[in-house]
DNA sequence: GAATAAAAAACGGACGTTCATTTTCTTTAT
DNA sequence: ATAAAGAAAATGAACGTCCGTTTTTTATTC
């Protein structure tokens, strides 16, 4: 009674995942067959319903299994942040998620397929509550960070953060997947520098701009 | 020999893409058939081919049309901005904005069809140099603002004003089709004022900061 | 009644899924 | 060691439906 490990199943699933997910992104979800899938991934057409109930089920493991990728990237990207405010930083971020977009940039494909044929019933978590999740990310570092004077009066952090990823997002993004070569009229590191800099000179108290102007300014160009 | 007016037929195509966009819009190109649509127009299936040569051609009308639409409202969205680097001005581009996404939602989702079915190729001119367009419109008002000393030295006006109109397109879009329900964790209206005061302290010169602390602040509070 | 418009029917093909069949391969019995 | 057994896995033909488009038929209007 032969039946395949567990290591084997994922090693298939893989490979149609993969296939599956390259159609997908080339030409849409309803675009793509499941002959196409089987045919991409060296498979009979039949077989493929051994390891997948419909072909919208595919289409759910491969978002799973990305979400799961893409969350430990996040993660590890806000780890290594320890002062979130600090313009270097947000500089870190902006490069981050620029690298992000462009390895996984099929990620963000599939996104906007679910957008228009889900509802965008996998991605809602994506963006829904962001703010309070940076709140509990960086919530005592935005708090010693107000305590400290570094912000202007009256500047909630949590927010601001929350546009400068959401700005460092959009830009790679319109950059990658919209056409938009060099749309702000610069370079990718001349565009991280602007943004950062909009960012640094909109939220921080004059005393840490003198500072932050002596230390980062002349690397900042742009 | 009856043949339709121009205007009876611009009617019934009228008819027959709105009908197609609902559609579209709502489960996507690929998953709308013609059967759909001519059920939707209320029009035979054969007919459809009286008026539109393929599947194709409907969704390239409906964007054609559309993309007009969209271009005279942005065209007099920036008609109404004087002076490009007033915070007030600013907050107002934002407001319109959120206004074009909201009442326009069925046109960004159209992109995203176009970027996923048609590799953006109606789309691509919508941010391709976008910001060599603002310079267009707005460089002389970009000159003075800093031959007044508007601007803190060493800022280009251009990227920056780009970047928040991006910055108020992305927020609402994200509003509106990503589920990200007040993802910033603030309404509409303080979003617009927590915005525009980064983009206003992030690229105004000290002088022109300390006006508009005395003159708008108040009114700008999130 | 001639020309246009609309409707209906028909076409060939592709779709997602099912299913009967064959292949594969571990287990068991010899 | 090997053959038989038998379930798991893989296959590809088949099913019924729907697709975009074309063709034929009917209705409308001058």
Redesign the pocket.
Known sequence: ?????AA??RS?KDTIEDAARELFIKQGF?????????KGA?????????????????FESIIDRYLTVIDEQLKSIFAEIDEPMEPANLRKLGANVGKLVNEHSDFWLLMYIDVLEFQNRHFRKMFDGITDRFRKIFGDKFAAAEARGDLRMGVDAAPVFTAAYMQFFNYFLVEKLFGGNRHLGLDDEQALNCLTKVFAYGTLSEQNLSRFKRSANKSLSG
Request: glycine share 2%; net charge neutral; aromatic share 8%.
């Open positions: 009674m032969p039946k395949l490990s084997a199943i298939k309803h675009a793509t067959s499941m002959r196409d899938i089987a060296d498979v009979s057409l039949g077989n493929l319903y051994n390891y997948y109930e419909t072909k919208d089920s595919i």
